[in-house]
Nanobody, 115 residues
């Protein structure tokens, strides 16, 4: 079993910054990729940013140039630095870990950006 735990959400004014952290633990053989998705009520969960074990990154167009994903492989951790936040970034942010042939998800952390 793999456990994924996020932290770092909160309330911030538009234009501000937040840093999300996520760590995976448990019976981990190898991690292929980790990343972040987000979801608002009534909408589908959408990809925000992902990073492979080799460091290849992928970003949603809406966050390019503002968000940066990074990873600490020995710690099985991934981070999301969010700058120039906008009210439309408000969502629950979920961390995922693709290990072996399974995706594991965290419980989510709320990010609220006030205008």
């Amino acid at each position: 079993q793999v456990h994924v735990v996020e932290s770092g959400g909160g309330l911030v004014q538009a234009g501000g910054s937040l840093r999300l952290s996520c760590a995976a633990s448990g019976s981990i053989v190898s991690i292929n990729a980790m990343g972040w998705y987000r979801q608002v009520p009534g909408k589908q969960r959408e990809m925000v940013a992902t990073i492979t074990s080799g460091g290849r990154t992928n970003y949603a167009d809406s966050v390019k140039g503002r968000f940066t994903i990074s990873r600490d492989n020995p710690k099985n951790a991934v981070y999301l630095q969010m700058n120039s936040l906008k009210p439309e970034d408000t969502a629950v942010y979920y961390c995922y870990c693709w290990a072996g042939s399974h995706n594991y998800w965290g419980q989510g952390t709320q990010v609220t950006v006030s205008s």
